[in-house]
T-cell receptor, first 110, second 115 residues
Framework: DAKTTQPTSMDCAEGRAANLPCNHS???????VYWYRQIHSQGPQYIIH???NNETNEMASLIITEDRKSSTLILPHATLRDTAVYYC???????????FGTGTRLQVTL | DTGVSQDPRHKITKRGQNVTFRCDPI?????LYWYRQTLGQGPEFLTY????????KSRLLSDRFSAERPKGSFSTLEIQRTEQGDSAMYLC?????????????FGSGTRLTVV
């Protein structure tokens, strides 16, 4: 599994875009970049994943650099309900398990 | 089928007692996982089943821990002779055979407090 590095915490004003970076310089060619988030006292929730191309869904956008060594999760209009710990994970999709780091604690403020 | 269900949501037990948690995965998911999460840390992998077969166990899963998934449906995680260090959130997740577009679906967890 690729080792990922994320900032410990970030703040974002409500209504602004939240840009959460992740470094994964050791990611292998068959590993996707997955993002999960965990709101307090709940289980992790899938957000988005990508391999090479940028991806967008109803929750977020994922921008992956061309060399695949880093990525950015974008929440375009953060709300207070987006306050959570966000995890970036390298995962092949067929391997036996997801390996979580400590993630980024995003605090969205008024 | 609304997702992964875990029961109970909270459990307080005295040190030395045995506890058992249940997980009901999404019905069409072949794979089922147990994770443990302590305060301030990300979830840590404990074990994983494909159908009824337990295919991998973490070194975190001491001999006081046992997990089963009879008939490849629900799963139970039992902790014998609980210790204060077992206090944590125990999370269950399930996934389709190949991880799928949505990756894993997690339950809300069982919070264990050993007093």
């Amino acid at each position: 599994d690729a080792k990922t590095t994320q900032p410990t915490s970030m703040d974002c004003a409500e209504g602004r875009a939240a840009n959460l970076p992740c470094n994964h310089s050791t990611i292998s060619g068959n590993e996707y970049v997955y993002w999960y988030r965990q709101i307090h006292s709940q289980g992790p929730q899938y957000i988005i994943h990508g391999l090479k191309n940028n991806e967008t869904n109803e929750m977020a956008s994922l921008i992956i650099t061309e060399d695949r060594k880093s990525s950015t999760l974008i929440l375009p209009h953060a709300t207070l309900r987006d306050t959570a710990v966000y995890y970036c994970i390298g995962y092949t999709g067929t391997a036996s398990k997801l390996t979580f780091g400590t993630g980024t604690r995003l605090q969205v403020t008024l | 089928d609304t997702g992964v269900s875990q029961d109970p949501r909270h459990k307080i037990t005295k040190r030395g007692q045995n506890v058992t948690f249940r997980c009901d995965p999404i019905s069409e998911h072949n794979r089922l996982y147990w994770y443990r999460q302590t305060l301030g840390q990300g979830p840590e992998f404990l074990t994983y089943f494909q159908n009824e077969a337990q295919l991998e166990k973490s070194r975190l899963l001491s001999d006081r821990f046992s997990a089963e998934r009879p008939k490849g449906s629900f799963s139970t995680l039992e902790i014998q002779r609980t210790e204060q260090g077992d206090s944590a959130m125990y999370l269950c997740a399930s996934s389709p055979r190949r991880g799928g577009e949505g990756g894993y679906t997690f339950g809300s967890g069982t919070r264990l407090t050993v007093v």
